[in-house]
């Protein structure tokens, strides 16, 4: 293995979920793979969040929390350049094989990622609300 990949799976830290032998090869990938990177991705998944709410949702901050996370579902779903630039942010952190199976299993995985990113930024409107009455001291 490349120094590469070594790095990449010692960066990302140990699996997140269960695996077993009755796990599918996809659920798998996700627990080994993509909610690692996730995590550890997270910091620059609010930032970008934050970021493009404020060039296309400028009243982002005012809305009502469920209105806030309608957004954030319709955000990603919807626009293509954004959420290409998200599976960017993930699919940089694959090592050669994982993103060899990635290509092979692209459009489940796809489905896969962008749900578990929909769900964690959900999950921190919060941080949203915490970035906004920051911004408003300044």
Known sequence: MDSRDVFLKEFRGETIGSVSTQSSSEEMFQNEVLRPILKLQNDLFIASFTNYSAKYKGDFYAQT?????????????????????????????????????YIKNSSNLNKRMMNMLIERLKSQVQLFEADSSEKSRL
């Open 65 to 101: 929390t469920e209105k806030k996370m309608a957004t954030i579902e319709n955000a990603i779903q919807k626009d293509i350049k954004y959420r290409n630039a998200l599976k960017g942010m993930v699919i940089g952190l694959f090592t050669i094989e994982e993103y060899s199976f």
